[in-house]
């Protein structure tokens, strides 16, 4: 099983902490960094020093790592025109050597929006549908031809359809909830379906819908990489997992019920569980991003018996 490490920087975190985190996980063997696309922080945290941009963020990364992949889980798809976001991919990944995937969602934190004067359209899924037709076409558009599209949100006409990406094809990341709609779009544009903060047997529904919806649509369901994204807190015992649950103000019991808490035997034991509903990759939401010794024991005592 892979692991890959997910930031969320709303709450709190500047380039500089990101580019610690993402170099302590290359350092450490890790599969991939990926941050969330969000402008306002949740809950009680101040956001302090303030929002970073994911994509001005990966552009940086992607020139000051090396080997790990860089994502978003997810770009939210109100906050940027697709015809754009095509563009700032493709450049990112040529910036990276070809490590970029871009996780894309129909956006919906209403607040942020409101907050720095983003439109909140009340049609959210149907753009979210143009859009994946959209980056995906103008990606997959031959050289030297153009690309044109004539939906109900977005047109674009004879579009260069440039620049490429690096890769002959950027992975693609579709996730959610949802029981129709969201795995036929899987199913239609999606490389990965990425189910969040689910327990162990509403996974296993979501992965038999999208597997399902691939069939319908003509794919083989394992063409897709299923993968799950759970907040993380493990300890060496129940005292640091008490801390570092504390840290990011939460309970311990809720973490091992809703996410992966408790001992690297418990996580792995967990993980194995979520392994079994066909899940090959986990992303590892971290909250405290200046807590580096965490990261360290799940390199050294999890993801080595995973290997």
């Known amino acids: 099983m892979d692991l ?4 969320e920087p709303q709450q709190g975190a500047s380039y500089d902490t990101l580019l610690t985190v993402a170099k302590a996980t290359e350092d450490l063997g ?24 994911a994509w001005i963020t990966l552009a940086g990364l992607a020139r000051e790592t090396r080997r790990i992949r860089l994502g978003t889980l997810m770009t939210a798809g109100t906050f940027r025109l697709p015809g754009v976001l095509a563009i700032q991919v493709a450049q990112v990944d040529q910036m990276s050597g070809g490590r970029i995937e871009l996780g894309l969602g129909a956006g919906w934190f209403e607040q942020e929006h409101t907050a720095y004067g983003i439109p909140f359209p009340k049609e959210k899924f149907g ?3 143009e859009q994946l037709a959209i980056v995906t076409g103008v990606w997959s558009t031959p050289a030297g031809e153009t690309f044109s599209y004539d939906g109900t949100h977005y047109q ?3 579009s260069p359809a440039l620049p490429k990406p690096a890769q002959a094809r950027v992975p693609v990341l579709i996730g959610g909830h949802g029981a129709t709609r969201t795995p036929r779009l899987a199913a239609t544009y999606a ?6 903060f689910a327990s162990v047997e509403d996974t296993e529904r979501q992965f ?14 394992n063409a897709l990489v299923y993968s799950n ?5 493990v300890g060496k015992d129940d005292a640091e997992v008490a801390r570092r649950a504390a840290a990011i103000g939460r309970e311990v019991d809720e973490l091992k019920t809703n996410g992966l808490a408790g001992s690297p035997a418990e996580v792995v034991d967990r993980l194995g569980r979520y392994a079994a509903t066909g899940s090959s990759r986990v ?3 971290m909250l405290d991003l200046d807590d580096l010794d965490h990261l360290e024991l799940i390199s050294a005592q999890i993801q080595s018996q995973l290997s």
């Open 4 to 7: 890959r490490i997910f930031t």
């Open 30 to 53: 890790f599969d991939a960094f990926f941050r969330s696309d969000h402008y306002l922080a949740m809950g009680s945290a101040d956001g302090l020093p303030g929002p970073t941009d």
């Open 127 to 129: 753009r979210l549908e």
């Open 156 to 158: 674009l006409t004879d």
């Open 191 to 196: 490389d990965e379906f990425n189910m969040p």
């Open 208 to 221: 038999a819908r999208v597997r399902a919806a691939a069939q319908e649509a003509g794919r083989a369901p």
């Open 229 to 233: 994204a759970l907040v993380v807190c």
């Open 283 to 285: 992303y590892l939401q």
